[in-house]
């Protein structure tokens, strides 16, 4: 039988303290997905003891957590999402799902794996999904509490310094992976074009519209439109798509 709406995604007022940590803001909230209800239990004290007075919201499934997620966009909180803990083996689906589709809505959330799984089959595919910590549900809550907070303060908790080398790698490298297929993908008008070669060579929105005859605002909205078309969102991006298209 289904859980209750209550208890799957259950609400706690959120305190005025601030755990002062980096990546957890004061007025964040968390969410634990994780289909077994002792364990959530135990997920959830271990966050609200890390994270002094933080709100966490429950979820059993991806389904459940969805749609937790949805809710608190319609709530106008959709940036307020913090950690976000997630079982791997849920019963709708795997939880790098959900890691993917939380890395690219929730740019301030800090999505954390708690699993059973130690292979590295699942670690290397949590973290090029975005996951930026990965915790075993073997250990104590003492320890549990020790590692979140560490997370908190922006150290993965895996192993030495190549730990950190390794996160960064599959970041980036999921993000170019991403970034070429979408390219590929696109396919641009003849004046975007233009425009992009323009960029591209690092002129700016006045002197690119001087060029092709165009009024700047027109140039802006080019640069706009190709921006959110090719998913890119600085000039530095903007040349190396420019350079991949061999307009530069």
Known sequence: MARGKAESRAWEPFGAADSGLIGIARDSVALVVEDQAPVRDWLADALRSAF???????AGSLGEARDWLQELAANGQADSLGMVLIDLGLPDGSGIELIEEITERHANAVPVIATIHDDDDHLFGAIAAGAQGYLLKDQDAGMLVHHLRRIGEGTPPLSPAISRRM????????????QVAASEATTLSPRETEVLSYIGRGLRVSEAARALGLAEHTVAGYVKTLYRKLNISSRAEAALEAARRGLI
């Open 52 to 58: 002094d007075g933080i709100a966490v919201g429950t």
């Open 167 to 178: 996160l960064a790698h599959f970041r980036r490298l999921a993000q170019e992976t991403r």
